[in-house]
DNA sequence: ACTGATTTGTGCGTATGTATC
DNA sequence: TGATACATACGCACAAATCAG
């Protein structure tokens, strides 16, 4: 750091922590070094530390938690919900690079909420698509896409072809499809969830419900995702 | 516990709780006595209770969570997000009784998000209205409700009269307001808002960010809501 | 980050009553 | 009557998750 210049030794210490951050040296969500340490790593008083993270605050680039630490802002994507809910479509809008990968698919026996929200037969046979949702290669979300057997008996085949679950309904002739209803819950995550989306077990996730229905109201998709709370904000436009 | 009649033991002992929830021994929420302990007091082997158990989790009277215990289903209310968002009707519908108490009634200065949500300058001045809802007697949600001084000068005054927003938006000319956007997230609770949620500290809070506008399009309410996770649902029709 | 205590989850083996053929 | 299958109940041991310190 230098003393002299006519730049404000904060100035320089907040423009450092931005270099950092932009070359990638902070990722998003990381967790600063406490503010003892930093004063102690460019050798200045604590305060001068504080003015440096309260600029970076005010410009969006750090969060400040009492008790817990200063971070750096995580991805904060806004999740749209309405009829017409396409997450690629969603996140394309703000300019960030959506990714859905597939962890796997299976066919099980539909339990009570699957079954009464596909309006099918309990045990009937459905479809389980396990995906994962990633934005600029940080995971998002995953989901959980139940699809009834009977009504999709190729879906494994069609789905393996086109890649993405809107071109696979697409194929079925359900390219229409519309969100009915989306329920809204939160919790902890499970150590398996907690793995997948690279998230604290303290830090809570975002649960939706939903119920997708082609153009003559049948129910084709129960969905359930779940969101890292920490970079998602589910919008309704009402 | 009769053993000679035809009644399975793990029967009787289902039923016998079911009878304590129904008569409100056993509240919603409240914690079961560990398994070991009820095999004790039952006389029976734990997976006898284990398997009256099951039967409850499968009728929806009882929750478990490994490792946390066995629980009575807490209330589980469906707040409806559309353009008219009414918390007491939305609770009416649901055969519940809403309270809203009134925690405090400030004028403060409007922040970046504040004033940005109800498009005036920042650091003029709004009324600050902290509520605390309530369903059959245990708290929901903690509101905090932001309006703008100038457009309703004698706010204080008026809501006092009145002893709820709706009735006081009624009186300002705008009972016909409507829900614009709602943000949803979720975060771990405060020490605060844990302690008037009555919940723990480990499980999350839903946090809604609302804007409701009049007839005008005209932004005159911006509200932060805190609801308990556990204790509802919400709920978004398209 | 680790520890120990608590609590539910799971699997094994055994025994008995009850219904059916 | 006997054979078989199934539901019920008990005992033990360990795995996995949670929680407080």
């Not at 003892?36 to 938690?65: C, D, M, W, Y």
């Not at 907690?194 to 082609?214: F, G, K």
């Not at 779940?226 to 998602?232: E, I, K, L, T």
């Amino acid at each position: 750091m230098d003393r002299v210049a006519g730049l404000a030794l904060w100035r320089q210490i907040a423009d450092q922590i931005k270099g950092d951050i932009s070359k990638d040296i902070l990722r998003p969500g990381c967790k600063l070094p406490t503010e003892i340490l930093l004063a102690q790593q460019f050798k200045v008083n604590r305060h001068t530390i504080r003015r440096s993270i309260a600029e970076l605050v005010e410009e969006g680039l750090l969060k400040v938690e009492q008790g817990r630490g200063t971070f750096v802002v995580d991805y904060l994507v806004d999740y749209q919900l309405g009829r017409r809910t396409r997450f690629t479509e969603t996140v394309l809008k703000q300019n960030k690079n959506p990714i859905a990968k597939t962890l796997s698919i299976t066919t099980i026996s539909a339990d009570r909420d699957i079954a009464g929200s596909l309006k099918i037969d309990e045990k009937t046979d459905v479809f389980c698509l396990e995906t994962i949702r990633e934005i600029d290669n940080r995971p998002l979300a995953i989901g959980s896409h139940y699809f009834p057997k009977q009504r999709f008996p190729d879906l494994i085949e069609v789905f393996k072809a086109e890649g993405s679950i809107s071109n696979m309904l697409s194929k079925f002739g359900c390219g229409d499809y519309e969100r009915q209803t989306t329920k809204i819950t939160a919790r902890p995550p499970t150590k398996r969830e907690a793995s997948i989306l690279l998230q604290a077990r303290n830090r809570p996730i975002l649960v939706t419900e939903s119920i997708n229905i082609d153009k003559d109201k049948q129910p084709i998709e129960y969905g359930v995702a779940r969101f890292s709370a920490d970079r998602v904000q589910l919008v309704v436009e009402t």
